[in-house]
């Protein structure tokens, strides 16, 4: 490797290798790059729709296929396209090798269909870099130290490319996929939703956790943890820069709101005026917790000394089941009454300036105030407010605080915005 | 392993692991033989199409496929139906492990896309029967020493097989294909056609290389060197117990000739009455060779002393190219004339009794005679002796050996036959 030339890594999602032509597409834009004179290391994902043609020969063959071998029949979609990749650069002059994650050395826990990357070798990949050859890579694979193939689980392929970025030290982390980048909101719903140059770690990570899928969460923490620049664009289009996901010192000038993510699909369900004793949250979670239901928001009010009110929210699919566990427990624990309603969404405020400002709520709950939405519960984190509403209301609610804070006329510039109260 | 349990190495090959329903149905013939107190290691090729389906998305990519990314590629194949057989094994509760070719260490050459095994590691094979695990093994792929995977060519699977049995001393090497084994001819062409029960190495050589396509050449060249029984039986029928392929000296009752081989398609071209001087039949076939056309059976006939006629067989779709510059050799050397004949079929009779018998070549010229066939030519070796014919006349020659040397009436048992002149 040349000390002179910056690392690139590169990595393009199933919809950008899923055909021949795709893959000739992408082969372009990785000789693209090591023209510009960069070492370019290349993570591919299985082509769109293997993965899953996979899984379906696996459950077709039996209801509870082997972890250890589904392991070994999924990491087969990655070799494909990865070697299709390499050959297409070949083909171009452009000196590839492929390896798969096993071959480099990505190695992972042993927890089977879910493994976590423990470290990545940089022998192999430090020698063929410095013979000057691309080298294509398998994500979403690795090894175990007894020496089985180990997948990550779905979009594992972004904290494939990440890992080995930030053992190579590498200058930039490039996640190609089939959107622009990071939205202040879902451009679908909002067509004045603009592309976000910069965005922190921080906000990311409240970002995706919300539904914004653009990068694995865990490929998130795994670049902050190693302060490796990830830069989120599009393989389809050629002049975008996309969003660079960094440090928030490393974004210079500072913006309040960053964006506003939502869900749909969400069931809130309260029981009101239960005797409040020490224990009584444990023994309501408990029992959701037994009959496999993940929750989402948890909030409690404790409205005056000997009762309290306890909400919290949850996926639609399993509304019905949550609420007669509490309508039991409810008559066991003598509260007043069991409220809930399954039609409502959760919208999200994001963004690193509220940390400093606090005018950020006071200003959302208004403007929503003002359109009539009424709002059903609040949490908040330090960089995050996130509201129940009812789900008829959320474009409308979507578009008004898009609005108030100015998101449509956020510059790709980022002129710092300021707070309008 | 325990040391009183005999190993038994598998073979399955693309057709028998084609579909899910045919891998449960080998799961079922590997759990048998495991119940019947085997330890047991089974090697698979790609589910039928996939290797064909893997070479079309190269071949649709580009022109000339990168040989590493190639083999990289149409490994993956196995990997599938290795660790679906997994699947099915560890579903009916019989614990199975599957590897890669590079995993276990079966290190090859570096001439990718037909690679040749120079050593199989047996150290995990070993801790892994140990366990009492089934080992799954992918054929057809090994590692070079560089750690590139390669591949063995077509057929390689069942030289996957022949090595691992060979390393680890295996009782014997079952080779599962879609026939019940080796018979005396062709049974589609001659119904009364008999299935061998043991045939020699070298006469199994001599009927793979004719055409009898059961098993890979390498591997009964492989397996003759370490003296591994191989059997040859069928995936779909349950009580047969196939061929065995073995030493000469192993087979207690001889017989005279074992098998009728034959190929169509060929064509047969002479030059004539060519001044014979030194180098001649090197001036040809150098001309030959040149244009990249294969040739099969070669005679010469020193006609007198001055002239010779040279006869070469070769397949029919090169015909006109030869002949065009057969014809215009011929001119320069100063040749009589070129004969030729497009629409010919090699009849071989193969049997290592035939050693120490001198009857058979004039038995077998006697009956052709009397049904009226013209022999074109003439070539033998030590167990086998070929001759060409017109094809047309091809199905009648073969019925009419197949009757004169009993072959229809050879017993499973194998009685000796004696040569009735």
Known sequence: MNDDMAIIVQKYGGSSVGTLERIKHVAAKVIQTKKQGHDVIVVVSAMQ??????ITLANNLTHEPDPREYDVLVSTGEQVSM???????????CPARSYTGPQIGIIT??????ARILDVKTDLLKKDLAEGFVIVVAGFQGINPRGDITTLGRGGSDT?????????KAEECQIYTDVDGVYTT?????????LLSHISFEEMLEMASLGAKVLQMRSVELASKHNLPVRVLSTFSNNALGTLVTFEDRIEQKRLVSGIAFSREEAIISINSVPNRAGVEGTILGLISEANIEIDMIA???????????????????????????????????????TSNAKVAKLSLVGIGMRSETGVASKMFQVLGDIGVNINMITTSEIKISVIIDEAQ???????????????????DMQPLALEI
């Not at 826990?109 to 879910?114: A, F, M, P, S, V």
């Not at 879902?186 to 603009?194: L, Q, S, V, W």
């Open 49 to 54: 729709g293997e993965t899953d043609r996979l």
């Open 83 to 93: 070697s299709l990749l390499a050959m297409a650069l070949n083909a171009k002059n």
């Open 109 to 114: 826990d042993h927890i089977h269909t879910k």
């Open 160 to 168: 494939t490319a990440v890992a080995i970025a930030a053992a190579l």
């Open 186 to 194: 879902d451009p679908r719903m909002i067509p004045e939703a603009k």
């Open 300 to 338: 409690q009010n404790a409205t005056d000394k000997t009762t309290t009110d306890f909400t919290f929210t949850q996926h639609r699919k399993d509304y019905m089941k949550s609420l007669n566990i509490m309508q039991k427990i409810a008559t066991e624990l003598g509260a007043a009454a069991v």
């Open 394 to 412: 959320l474009e409308q609610s979507v578009k008004a605080v898009h609005d108030a804070f100015s998101l449509h006329k956020l510059m790709m």
